[in-house]
């Protein structure tokens, strides 16, 4: 019996709407289109890549449910996400889940983002820290009271910014 991929579908649609909030299928299930049905592999077309995260982040054991439910133990769902690129390249992530290399998070193009700290007209000035000179790490007394202290603030002195946390408060 081959199966329709919109009636398998819409047979997953009906097991998820049982099992979540009406809000949320709204949200994340209706916007999803089925796309075609092949070796018992449902692939549906979500709208971004961050839909599809948030969908394998929060609703992948509904989806796996659901997908059992109507092709079987060996039944899998893969991804295609939509994207604004004309070429549709896909490849799989080695789980059955499929989606577009035409948009990679992280890449950004730093060349067209303008600073906004940097405001036209304006000279950059020096202004006096009015720091102690004699305050320095060479100088510090270290003893057993103080060492996390010492410790903590030569590490944020060697990197800045560069510690997950910044236990510094002046």
Known sequence: MTRDFSTVWDSCLRTIRGTVNPQSF???FEPIRPVRLENNALTIQVPSIIFYEWLEEHYVDVLKTSIRK?????????YQILTAAPKDISRSNGNGVQHSD???????????????FVIPGIRKTRIDPQLNVQHTFVNYIEGDCNRLARSAGLAIAKKPGGTSFNPLFI
């Open 26 to 28: 709204r949200t994340w």
């Open 102 to 116: 035409a948009y990679i998070p992280g890449i950004v193009d730093t060349e067209n983002i303008k600073n906004p």
């Open 70 to 78: 109507e092709l079987g133990d060996r039944g899998r769902l893969e």
